[in-house]
């Protein structure tokens, strides 16, 4: 069975701080892997997917992604947190069919 | 890029009524469209797969005489949910998946406020 777990339902970094946001999976075959951010009363937006070419997965904003198969891990990173990078941030699975599995969220404060 | 709507946007309604919530794909035609229920400072569950010309496929739990799906036509999914009741407020959200491509590629609509009264 195919799984998602974000570590940290809240994470709060100052303006210009490193942000991590982690993410591990369980997939029982090599799987597509996403980051997705949501901003209050709006859809989800892709940041960046990994779909088994390089592992380090670059994306929208700044932000991106390391797939590590010997940990399971895909953690978001971005180096220097803006104002405008507070949002919900879903990590998503999908093995290959229909399905896409979500996270439950991680939501990221950015402070002055 | 692929991009979906949703209409309305938010909506409120009496108890006992029902609501339509349409889901379009702008600039694709989408033979597969998936409908997700969000409650607040909650992550996405997936309640139906909607194909296109075919019934749709509901998840575990979800009551399919309560939430219908029709998939008519290649741009267009509803999802009705009939006799709402207060705890149905919730927040929609649908996405497609673009033919052709990578079957993993979903697009997200900009999802839909229901609040039952």
């Known amino acids: 069975a195919q799984s998602v777990t974000q570590l940290g339902s809240h994470v709060s970094v100052s303006e210009g701080a490193l942000v991590l946001l982690r993410c591990n999976y369980s997939s029982s075959v090599p799987p597509y892997l996403f980051w997705y951010v949501q901003y209050p009363n709006q859809g989800l937006q892709l940041l960046l997917k990994?779909?088994?070419?390089?592992?380090l997965v670059k994306g929208i904003n700044g932000f991106e992604a390391e797939f590590k198969k010997s940990e399971t891990s895909f953690h978001l990173t971005k180096p220097s947190a803006h104002m405008s990078d507070a949002a919900e941030y879903f990590c998503a699975v999908n093995p290959g069919g229909f399905k896409t599995i979500f996270g439950a969220g991680t939501r990221l404060f950015v402070k002055a | 890029g692929a991009v979906v709507s949703q209409h309305p946007s938010r909506v409120i309604c009496k108890s006992g009524t029902s609501v339509k919530i349409e889901c379009r794909s702008l600039d694709f035609q989408a033979t597969t469209m998936f409908w997700y229920r969000q409650f607040p400072k909650q992550s996405l569950m997936l309640m139906a797969t909607?194909?296109?010309?075919?019934?749709?496929?509901?998840e575990q739990g979800v009551e399919k005489d309560k939430f219908l799906i029709n998939h008519a036509s290649l741009t267009l999914s509803t999802l009705t949910v009939t006799s709402a009741h207060p705890e149905d407020s919730s927040f929609y959200i649908c996405s497609a998946r673009v033919p052709g491509g990578r079957q993993e590629t979903q697009y997200f609509g900009p999802g839909t406020r229901l609040l039952v009264l």
């Open positions: 990994y779909t088994s070419a390089a592992t």
């Open positions: 909607s194909n296109e010309g075919s019934k749709a496929t509901y």
